[in-house]
């Protein structure tokens, strides 16, 4: 089976972004991890931020996905490229760049 497409967010805001790409790509598999435990980003400092991003972005990497999401403003801002780092080949998509 093919591997899903990681999607992750600070809380439950990114389930708009996993609906949009349901619709955009209905064959793909997700998988969305929302951390709610420790929303909202947007109040930490960039430095936690970014170790909160690479965290979650690690724990959907370990789950085997073919690419990641980063549903979150704040994380996508702050954190993207500690992401890309942490995750090294795998492709990483933030929601404030464009996408194509």
Do not use: H, W
């Not at 991003?53 to 370990?62: D, I, K």
């Amino acid at each position: 089976m093919d591997a899903p497409i990681g999607v992750f967010d600070s809380g439950i805001g990114g389930l708009t972004v996993l609906a949009a790409l349901l619709r955009a790509l209905p064959p793909e598999r997700f998988l969305y991890l929302g951390d709610t435990a420790r929303l909202p980003y947007g109040t930490k400092s960039g430095v936690t931020v970014a170790r909160y991003a690479v965290q979650a972005a690690g724990a959907l990497a370990a789950r085997d996905i073919k690419c990641l999401v980063v549903a979150c403003n704040t994380a996508s801002s702050v954190g993207l490229d500690a992401v890309r780092e942490r995750l090294g080949d795998l492709p990483v998509i933030g929601v404030i760049e464009p996408g194509a």
